[in-house]
């Protein structure tokens, strides 16, 4: 319950004071991006497309580093 209440609240905060397209996180610009397309349509395939997008970068990074969060998660572990 309570990650459902503080992911509405990463969404709708930004959505409501956030004028700039730069500043918004992805969840309020995938949300703008499908309005712009969607011209009153459903458009879900649009919004798949645009969440896996977004994805992309946090995945990339997180396999790139993957040797090193796991180095530094089990260090702290091990006791010398």
Known sequence: MFNT???WG????????LND???QPISVGILTYVDTQSEGEVTTHLM???AVLGLVPAV???VG????IVS???AG????
């Open 10 to 17: 990463n969404f709708i905060i930004p959505f409501i004071f």
């Open 65 to 68: 580093l993957q040797k090193f």
């Open 77 to 80: 572990a091990v006791k010398e």
């Open 72 to 74: 530094v998660l089990t």
């Open 60 to 62: 990339t990074i997180i």
């Open 48 to 50: 798949a497309v645009a």
């Open 5 to 7: 209440i503080s992911a």
């Open 21 to 23: 397209t730069k500043l």
